[in-house]
């Protein structure tokens, strides 16, 4: 299944408050759930910089990780983008592939 990378960011009013950020980060993976459940999170960090978070997951298809984009814009994200990634093994091999 395709691998997708969404970076987050939150307004500063949700980031200042702990509990609320808790409480809008459980309603949100409820939603996403309900609306995907075919997705598969791998993996989820909280981030210095420009993004406040980055998750990673599988999704059948870019259509499915729209959905995910545009439910976390609506569950408090002020950015969220969804890029799709590949892993490192199969790069190499994409690329083998190539030589042939």
């Excluded at 987050?8 to 609306?35: F, I, N, Q």
């Excluded at 994200?77 to 592939?97: G, K």
């Amino acid at each position: 299944m395709p691998q997708f990378v969404l970076m987050t960011k939150l307004s500063p009013d949700l980031m200042a408050d702990p509990r609320g950020r808790r409480a809008v980060g459980k309603e949100w993976l409820k939603t996403v759930s309900h609306h995907c459940p075919e997705v598969k999170w791998l993996a989820h960090y909280a981030l210095l910089g420009r993004y406040d978070f980055m998750d990673i997951y599988e999704a059948p298809d870019a259509l499915t990780a729209h959905k995910v984009s545009h439910l976390s814009r609506a569950e408090g994200a002020v950015e969220a983008e969804s890029w799709q990634a590949m892993p490192w093994d199969r790069y190499i091999e994409m690329l083998a592939e190539l030589e042939e």
